[in-house]
Structures are given as C-alpha cells and as structure tokens.
C-alpha cells in the first residue's frame, strides 16, 4: 500500500525528473569537464587543465562584457524597480481607471523582445529619429543613443523601463495588499504622504522588493536578445545566419553582455571550451544569486509552516 | 462610514473649502501624470502604425505623419520574406512547447504542491535552481547533444524538452494549487479517487486559472524567444521562428524601414489578440511569481 502510494507520487514527478537530469544535470556536469579542455565542433576534446579559466583573466573584451554587465546590474536592476514601485503606487491611487492604466503600462511587456528592440533602434535614430526630432524642437540635442558607446547602455534601460508592466503588476499586488488600518493609524498619528510611503508602505512590501532584485540580478545576467539585436540593427550592417551579426557589441563593444561574448566565443569562433569555463564562470555567480533568493524564501516559496 | 453619504452642509467652511480643493487639485495631478505616462508607453507603438504605412523614402524622413497611405505594405511583406514560412514555425514551436509542458508539469506541480513525499524539498528547490539559471550554462553541452542526434537546425531541440516538463511552469502552478484548499482533495480521496483521478477529476476543473496562466507564459515564452531558435536553427532558414527572421530582416532591407516595421507590427498582433482574451489569468500569474501564493 506504502509502496504503491510512493509509485503514484513518482509517476507525477518522472517527467520532470527526467528533464532536470537529462537538460540541466548532464548538461551541467559535462559543461565542467569540457571547461577542463581545448575543442572546437571538428576535433576530440583535448585535455588543457585550467588553461580556459587562465586565459579568461587575459581576455580584455570578457573584462569588457563583465563590465557591461555590472553596468546593468547596477543600473537598470534599481531603476527598474524604483519605476515600478511609482508606478504601482501611482496605480493604487485610482478607485475608477486603474484597470484601464493598468493595461496601457502593461502592455509593452508583451512586445517580443527582438521587435521592440528594432522599434527602439528606429524610435531613437540620431539623425532623423522621432525621439531626437522632438528634442530637437524644444531646443535640445538629442544624443546619438545606441550609436555612441555611452549612450547604447542608457537606451537599453529605456527600452527595459518600456517593458516594465510585469514587474509592475507583481509591485501592485503588494501595494494593494497593505492592511489599510495600517495607513489609517499612521494618519491619526499625523503621518503626511512620505511618511505613510517611507514607514508603512515600503516595510510591508520588502520581500517583494528582495525578489525584484534577486530576479533582476538573474535577468541581467542573461540579458542577451535586445543587446544582441540592438547592436546589429544600429550598426546597420547585414547580418548572416538568422541574426549573428559581425556587430554584436556595437559601438565600439559597448553593448557585449556576458552572455552575447559567450555566445559570440562559443558558436562564431568555435573554442567551446573557453566557452564553457565561461559559462561555470555565470553558474556560480547565478548560484550564489539563487542561494540568496532561497535564505529569504519565505514569501517566495508560498510554504505554509 | 455615514460621514461619507451624507451630503455636505449648504453653509461651506474656508477650511472645508480648501481641503477640498486640494482633494481635486490632488485628483487632476494625478490624472495628469498617468495620463501622460500613458501617452509615452503608447507613443512607440503608434509610431510604428503610422510608419508601417509610409513609403520607403518618407520612412527616412523625420515625419511623424503620413504624406499618403501605404496599407499594401502589409502585403508586400509578405512577398518579399518568408513570412508565412516563420509564422507556421512560430505557431509550431508555441502551441507544440505549451501542449506538451502542460502534460508534463501538470501532475509535477500537483505532487509538489499537495502530495507528502519525502525529497519534496530537495525536488522544490532543484526546480528553483533550474528556473533561475541562465540558459547560458548549459548552451554548449546541449547544442553538442542536439547535434549528436542530427536535430539541430530544426525546432525540436526546442520542443522535445517540454516534455519533461518547464521549471517556472511548475514553479507558477504549484503557487496557485497551494491556494486550493486541501479538503476537496481528502473528500475526493475518502470516495475512493486514487490520486490520478482526484487529479484529473477535481484538481484540474478548479486549477484552470493557474493552468491558464502558465500556458499563456509558456506560449508568449515560446513566440519571443530569440536565443532558442537563434541558437538551434539558425544554421537552416526553413525553421526559423519570427523573431529569427524579424531579427535578420533589418539587415538585408535596412533601407525599407516601412516593411521592417510592418513586420514587427505583425509580430506583436497575436499576442495582443491573446492577452485581450485571456487578461484576467495573465495579471493573475504575474501576481503568483512574485507574492505569497
């Protein structure tokens, strides 16, 4: 009978077992070993030791797309999450319409990743781009946005911030779920809007703040499609091969996340195993991000104990 | 509660006065500001509509407006590149991954969710770990596989896996069925439903919300991914998906910004036909990921 209802439990959860083994265990482990050796697709695998590991400290453009992706994770992840906190509570304000706003802010997010880009790209061309064209009008200089290496990251920010309804949403749900009795006593003990924000709003929805960031910090390190298409598209070089580009990382390698340069060190020129040392080199970055997310895992998880 | 019916005294007070009109002056800053965030979050996508209908030169042009309409747009880019080829291949790897990870993670979501087992933590937290690493770690080894077997440069290395089920699939699920009180499942069990049954006979017909909104996920998932069919199917322009081909198209007609962006136009219809229908179990599962389930 014991046994039996082990069996049943087991049969729910093959599938998946499966998967985690055969997708992400296997895969895992064998990332490791080739990290250990010299291979391109043609030739065996050739054992080098640690020499992937030594040469990524000697590779200034993995230093580059390491930089970049710091960039990010220091930017975009708290003003993502600062915009969608004042969204949110924006949002909360409204008894009438706030479906209606909702939907707006929201929708963006739907957008495919590889056509906003493109519709960044356009929307804020230097030359003869809207976004500069307005600017433009009202006496400003518009920058040259993804065509100029200080400006490329900002514009992936925008175009983050343009997607920015998910998280929203997920900010909304915490705001809304402040007790209002809370805001109340806070009134009665002369609490003016700030302070209501600062000491009541702001604790309570901490944990979701904590989550915002761990999976903004995950997010960001696999950024990869919008930077990978953003370069090509404003460089306004052809590309091959369904979107690998000879200007991934354009201007100047202002654009090359850790991920784009594993790509581009993997599939264009062929060293997988460089590649590979690079990518236990993100696993344990991720792994020490996810390990955080789980000490503080009580809102996350949903347990009830 | 009363205080708020009843209506205001003829005779109004200079206080009252002015802390009412504060109230209305705070309900039109409000406004203002929501409605023009509104207008920035809507503006690109007007300007890609208008856009899409320019001829080629005007497109070059900083206007905003039209000179004359160009509706055949639409059709041309379905002349000049495969569309329909990338469309069929787009629906393909969308409907297909979402079908088989909901077989799949269905019954994972439930035993993790409502059954005692022991290793549930251990299977939890490995669900976690998968959904939270970057799919870069394990991009070689498993392109290695794929071309082992010959499948690269086609869509099953993408949607061979879903079968074994999706973490965040799971992840999303097993937040909503902990909402599902455990007492319709013991009265299922008291009348003698062995746990597939109690599954399929009780726990889907009142999971359907959050079912619903891991497949919605799933399928959006499916229909933007680059870094997927980039990866696999780039080597073979028959299988590419829609953002493969958005993605290349600015480059061989990087001139005709009108048709690239009727093209990225008819890449975002779908989806926005989707979500006008399923809004509801969509904002729902956003909700899951983040709160308390």
């Not at chain 1, 304000?93 to 495919?112: V, W």
């Not at chain 1, 009134?187 to 003016?192: E, F, I, P, R, V």
């Not at chain 2, 440069?153 to 902990?178: E, V, Y």
Request: hydrophobic share 55%.
């Amino acid at each position: 009978m014991r046994l039996r209802r082990t069996l049943t439990t087991w049969s729910f959860l093959a599938p998946a077992l499966i998967g985690i083994v055969v997708f992400f265990l296997y895969p895992l482990i064998s990332a490791v070993y080739f990290s250990f050796t010299k291979f391109d697709l043609l030739t065996v695998p050739q054992w080098v030791g640690l020499d992937n590991y030594r040469r990524m400290a000697d590779d200034p453009l993995l230093m580059q797309s390491i930089r970049n992706t710091l960039w990010m994770v220091a930017v975009f992840v708290p003003v993502r999450i600062i915009s969608a906190i004042g969204l949110s509570m924006l949002l909360s304000q409204f008894q009438r319409g706030a479906s209606f706003f909702r939907t707006i802010f929201y929708l963006p997010a739907l957008a495919p990743p590889v056509a906003a880009t493109i519709a960044f790209v356009y929307l804020l061309k230097p030359g003869t781009g809207p976004v500069n064209t307005f600017l433009d009008h009202i006496g400003i200089e518009g920058p040259l946005w993804f065509n100029s290496p200080e400006w490329s990251k900002p514009s992936l920010v925008l175009l983050g911030l343009w997607g920015i309804g998910d998280l929203m949403i997920i900010f909304l749900a915490g705001v809304l779920g402040v007790p209002v009795s809370l805001y109340e006593a806070a009134s009665l003990d002369g609490a003016n809007a700030w302070h209501r924000f600062r000491y009541v709003t702001l604790p309570t929805i901490r944990p979701v703040i904590l989550f915002a960031a761990v999976t903004g910090v995950i997010y960001t390190l696999q950024y990869f499609d919008q930077a990978a298409v953003a370069g090509s598209v404003a460089s306004g070089q052809a590309v091959t091969g369904g979107g690998i580009s000879s200007s991934f990382g354009y201007p100047e390698g202002s654009t090359f996340t850790y991920p784009l340069w594993l790509y581009t060190v993997g599939f264009r020129y062929n060293a997988l195993g460089y590649a590979n040392a690079m990518a236990i080199a993100l696993f344990v970055v991720a792994f020490a991000v996810t390990v955080i997310l789980l000490r503080r895992a009580k809102a996350f998880s949903g347990e009830e104990q | 509660m009363t205080a708020v019916l009843e209506r205001p005294a003829p005779a109004v007070s200079p206080d009252v006065r002015r802390a009412r009109r504060q109230v209305r002056l705070a309900w039109i800053a409000k406004h203002s500001i929501a409605i023009a965030l509104s207008i920035m979050f809507i503006a690109p996508v007007v300007y890609l509509l208008l856009l899409s209908v320019m001829t080629s030169d005007q497109a070059l042009t900083s206007d905003y407006w039209p000179n004359t309409w160009h509706f055949e747009n639409y059709v041309r880019v379905f002349e000049v590149t495969p569309l329909p080829r990338y469309l069929l291949n787009t629906v393909i790897y969308a409907v297909s991954a979402t079908v088989l990870m909901l077989l799949s993670s269905v019954p994972a979501a439930y035993a993790l969710a409502k059954l005692k087992f022991r290793g549930r933590n251990v299977m939890f937290l490995t669900i976690i770990c998968v959904m939270m690493l970057p799919p870069q770690v394990v991009t070689v080894p498993l392109y290695l596989m794929w071309a082992r077997y010959g499948l690269t440069g086609s869509l099953a290395p993408l949607i061979i896996p879903m079968l074994f089920g999706d973490a965040f699939c799971i992840f999303l699920m097993r937040q909503f069925l902990l909402t599902i009180p455990s007492e319709y499942l013991d009265a299922a069990r008291v009348d003698g439903c062995g746990e597939w049954k109690t599954l399929l006979r009780v726990v889907l017909p009142m999971a359907r919300p959050g079912i619903a909104a891991a497949a919605l996920f799933q399928f959006f998932y499916a229909w933007n991914d680059y870094y997927g069919p980039l990866l696999y199917t780039s080597e073979n322009e028959n299988s590419w998906t829609l953002s493969l081909g958005l993605a290349s198209f600015h480059g061989v007609h990087h001139v005709d910004w009108n048709l690239v962006t009727a093209a990225t136009v008819l890449a975002m219809v779908p989806i926005v036909v989707v979500f006008f229908f399923a809004q509801k179990a969509f904002v729902q599962g956003v909700t899951l990921t983040g709160v308390k389930g």
